[in-house]
Structures are given as structure tokens and as C-alpha cells.
């Protein structure tokens, strides 16, 4: 399975991710205010591979001047639903729809593991304004947490991968495996958490990549098992889902 046919499997379920997905903590966005040392408010900020808007809708409350910038047809639809006054833009971050030095601050929610940063991170700079900066960032799962790190396991047993390394990458590691040696870089890891129902946890389990490109019909049965092992542990079926957003900034250094 090719990464770019994982990228656009979300295609395929727009609307469930829109509504199951976690968001982010305000937190984040005043990690990023720090690095940049301004607030976003009035920035001009390029939020790439934007999905359905979760983090362009954060970034747009802060105050920033967003464009969205999405490569698929049913996220970007979905994103224009949700947040009809942002402009979007088709395209992905290998080869950004941008005009050079225009950005303050360019945005990967999620989605910077589906660039090429050999092409991704000189395109990044080629669009950012001098002092500006690019952030990465995702929603990590919490290891320490026995339940969560169980179910990561039969996760990547029902989709045939390789389960993650409970231990976390180091910073230099991190920004390594990110293409961003060679810049300065900061690195900040939070830890969040959000209370959903069983039903919308199972969704957001739903509508990652490796399940989306088995089908339905394959993860029926596994979502079943998922549903009845959590019962056990939440029986008012009130599940506490815990995150750590790790965040990378990088400008030239």
C-alpha cells in the first residue's frame, strides 16, 4: 500500500472524520506564538494539508488570515462546509499553489509524514516571508496509558503493520526523522486529553489511514471486539481519550 494511496483513503470517509476527529489544545497555538514571538493574530498563515479544517478552524479563531491548502476532493468539500469564509486552495505541500515570501507561518496538521521533504521543506521556505516559520505537529498516542497502548496493538495487528515504539524519539531524533536538520528547530511535547462517547471514539478509530484502505466490510468485525473489550473498561461507555501533540517549529537557521 503506497503512502499516497493512504493519503487520499480519507476521501473516503470526509464527513466521518469532520465530525470523530480529536481537535487541539489552545495550548499548541501558544507554543507556536512563542517560537514566533507575535501572536497569530493578523499573521497570514497557510494551514497544508488542511483535511476537513480542524486546525484552520483554530487558527482562524486565533486571529490569523488562513488559506487552506488540500489535495482531496471530499476534505477540501468538507472543509469548505464547515468553514465556507476560508479560501482553499488544491494542492499539496511538495509543490505548494503559493506565491513565494507570502506567508508568515505555514501549517501541517497531521499531514507533513504524507510529504516528501526533500521537496516539502525548500517549498516551505520558498513561500515563507522572512521571520516566518513552519509548524508540525500531531496528535501522538499516550503509551503510558496500559488500555491505549493495548489497543495500538491490535490496531497494527488488524491492519498488518508494525506496532510503534513505546519510547519516544529524543529532539534530535525527532527533528532527524522530520527532514528539518539544518534549521532551527523547537520541539514541544503536551499532553491533552478529550471525554467522548464509545460511538465516537470507535469513529475517530475508524477513519485513520491503515483501516480506511482495508474497507468496511474488513473492519467491521475488529470495531465489534473494540467495542464490547472497551465496555469492560468504561461500562457508562464514556471513554477518555489521552493525546500528546508533538510539535516541531522550524526556521532557517
Do not use: K
Request: glycine share 8%.
Amino acid at each position: 500500500m503506497t503512502v499516497g494511496s493512504r493519503a487520499h483513503a480519507f476521501n473516503s470517509a470526509a464527513a466521518q472524520y469532520q465530525a470523530n476527529r480529536p481537535s487541539y489544545p489552545l495550548t499548541l497555538f501558544d507554543a507556536i506564538e512563542g517560537f514566533l514571538g507575535r501572536p497569530l493574530a493578523g499573521l497570514r498563515v497557510a494551514d497544508v494539508g488542511s483535511g476537513t479544517g480542524i486546525a484552520t478552524r483554530l487558527l482562524r479563531e486565533r486571529g490569523a488570515d488562513v488559506v487552506a491548502v488540500e489535495p482531496g476532493d471530499a476534505m477540501a468539500s468538507e472543509c469548505r462546509r464547515v468553514l465556507p469564509d476560508v479560501p482553499i486552495v488544491r494542492g499539496d505541500g511538495n509543490a505548494l499553489p503559493l506565491a513565494g515570501s507570502s506567508q508568515d507561518l505555514i501549517t501541517y496538521a497531521q499531514s507533513w509524514q504524507w510529504t516528501d521533504t526533500g521537496r516539502s521543506v525548500p517549498e516551505a521556505l520558498r513561500v515563507l516571508l522572512p521571520g516566518g516559520a513552519l509548524a508540525i505537529w500531531w496528535n501522538t498516542t499516550a503509551f503510558d496509558v496500559p488500555w491505549i497502548r493495548a489497543q495500538h496493538e491490535r490496531i497494527a495487528a488488524h491492519c498488518n503493520v508494525p506496532a510503534r515504539s513505546s519510547q519516544r524519539p529524543d529532539d534530535e531524533q525527532a527533528v532527524r526523522l522530520a527532514g528539518l536538520s539544518g534549521l532551527r528547530v523547537t520541539r514541544r511535547q503536551i499532553r491533552w486529553q478529550r471525554t467522548v462517547s464509545l460511538d465516537t471514539h470507535l469513529a475517530n478509530i475508524g477513519s485513520r489511514s491503515a483501516l480506511l484502505v482495508l474497507g468496511p466490510h474488513a473492519n467491521r468485525a475488529f470495531l465489534g471486539e473494540e467495542r464490547m473489550r472497551l465496555r469492560e473498561i468504561f461500562p457508562d461507555e464514556v471513554v477518555e481519550e489521552i493525546y500528546v501533540v508533538d510539535l516541531l517549529v522550524a526556521a532557517q537557521a
